[in-house]
């Protein structure tokens, strides 16, 4: 399983609040290889979990298209 780059950076969403990720957003991070690492602000000791950079990319068009709200 791919691992972080030293060099790589965690980001946080821009409509995540300022309290040290307490309030349920999840870090993304890309990773050699064409990888997105993403992984839950609350607890950054569990495991990230690992999808292909396409996968990340169609997930946050529908996101964007509102193909998950109810």
Known sequence: M??????????KS????G???ADGCV???ALPGGVVA???TKDRTRPA?????AAWTA???GVRAGE???
Do not use: Q
């Open 2 to 11: 791919p691992t972080l780059d030293p060099a790589g950076t965690w980001r």
């Open 14 to 17: 821009s409509f995540s609040g």
């Open 19 to 21: 309290n040290g990720g």
């Open 27 to 29: 870090e993304v991070a």
């Open 38 to 40: 993403v992984r839950d």
């Open 49 to 53: 979990h690992h999808h292909p950079a």
């Open 59 to 61: 997930f946050l068009a």
């Open 68 to 70: 998950f709200e109810e």
